[in-house]
């Protein structure tokens, strides 16, 4: 007999086939019951808090060439730019007033001494810029130990990297088969990032093609095991100008993946009640609201793109990316409506670090 939804839910310790049951849910009854339950937890272990970052997509540049991501280099129709320091410095200025107790930088994956260098000025010239406490957030993808120490030493808080999926099998299949795109260096990188001291972000895109809902079940068991502190995870969504764009009659409908994703996030809150789970931009492309949704399904981070509006064309890592043609004024005044109006607060006094994290350090 399958078990019901709430007897489910009232059992702490979720199997992976008890996952699978809570992901594969069609019934609309039951996705309810799984998403308020995610968001009675939220609600308990981190209060009606939403926590800030703001998000500068300083540079488009990458070296890589993932089959899924629009700024891939194989794609020439990209402009190509990097914002200069004191471009970024303004960026952070502007996230300064606007009470944002942190921002996350991020590009397309360099690597270089000069980079390297680059970063770590960066990150010391912004504290000089800001007060003792700001929190940084690199996502600037795979680097060397000695480099994300660096980083680390030079004052930078929490680094996300994503896996993608944690399946290497599927990872082969959406990525060019060389070494520059290798499961095992990737997974090397988040180890690195957990061993430097980071509050460590990863996640993965629901919904890709030849993704199954068992790799799914996986790679929250994944994250997990890990003992991560941060998730930012969202729905695959194409590009017209990559490889994987010709897999696109196959994929789930866009429905489907978004509620599919709301679920992730939900389940992912069980699992692991006290980490700090984003919910994403990917969500708001499929639908207008999708980022209130992800946060009443138990995310509680928000990043809103601080990027300027002349280069937000320029970073689309998939079609009908939201707000390119607005301005990071007009993004914050939405959103705080936005917040508000599901009956949440936006946590201005509250560097919003990742309970986990506090935890994690305790233990060790
Ligand atoms: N759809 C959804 N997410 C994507 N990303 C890259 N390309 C896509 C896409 N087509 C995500 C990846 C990457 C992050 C910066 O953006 O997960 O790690
Ligand atoms: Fe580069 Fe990241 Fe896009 Fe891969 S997903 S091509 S590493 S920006
Ligand atoms: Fe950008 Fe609403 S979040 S305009």
Redesign the pocket.
């Known amino acids: 007999m399958i078990q019901s939804v709430i007897d489910l839910l009232n059992n702490p310790e979720l199997s992976r086939e008890d996952i699978i049951r809570l992901l594969s849910i069609t019934e609309r009854t039951e996705h309810e019951q799984l998403i308020k339950h995610a968001y009675y937890i939220k609600e308990q272990t981190i209060g009606r808090n939403v926590y800030l970052r703001g998000l500068i997509e300083f540079s488009n540049y990458c070296k890589k060439n ?1 089959l ?3 700024i891939r280099c194989g794609n020439t129709k990209v402009n190509r730019y990097t914002m200069t320091d004191d471009e970024i410095l303004e960026t952070v200025e502007f996230a300064v007033e606007n009470r944002f107790t942190g921002i996350v930088l ?1 590009s397309g994956e360099q690597q270089s001494d000069e980079f390297t260098e680059r970063i770590t000025n960066l990150i010391t010239k912004i504290k000089q810029a800001t007060h003792p406490e700001f929190r940084f957030t690199l ?1 600037l993808g795979e680097q060397s130990f000695e480099t994300y120490k660096a980083w680390f030493d030079a004052g930078a808080q929490r680094y996300l990297l ?1 896996i ?1 999926t944690s399946n290497e099998e599927l990872y082969r299949k959406i990525h060019p088969d060389n070494k520059l795109h290798d499961f095992k260096t990737r997974l090397r990188c988040l180890e690195d990032i957990l061993k430097v001291g980071f509050q460590t972000g990863t ?3 629901i919904g890709l093609p030849f993704q199954t809902i068992e790799n799914l079940a996986e790679d929250l068991l994944f994250l997990k095991k890990m003992n991560i502190d941060m998730v930012g995870m ?6 017209a100008d ?1 490889p ?1 764009y010709e897999h696109k009659n196959s994929l789930m409908p866009l429905n489907d993946r978004f509620n599919l994703s709301l679920r992730m996030i939900a389940v992912l809150r069980i699992l692991m009640p006290n980490i700090n789970i984003a919910s994403t931009t ?1 969500l708001q492309s499929i639908v207008p609201m999708g980022r209130e949704y992800g946060l009443k399904a138990g995310a509680n981070v928000l990043m809103p793109n601080l990027t300027p509006g002349k280069y937000r064309g320029n970073y689309l ?2 079609d009908n990316k939201p707000c390119i043609d607005e301005e990071a004024d007009d993004c914050i005044d939405c959103l705080s409506n936005r917040v508000q109006m599901i009956g949440e607060e936006i946590a201005y006094d509250n560097f919003g670090d990742s309970k986990h994290y506090k935890k994690r350090q305790r233990s060790n």
Do not use: D, F, I, N
């Open positions: 993932c899924y991501c629009g991020q996502s994503r993608e996640g993965v895109m969202g729905p695959y969504l194409e590009h990559t994987l990917a890592l998939y």
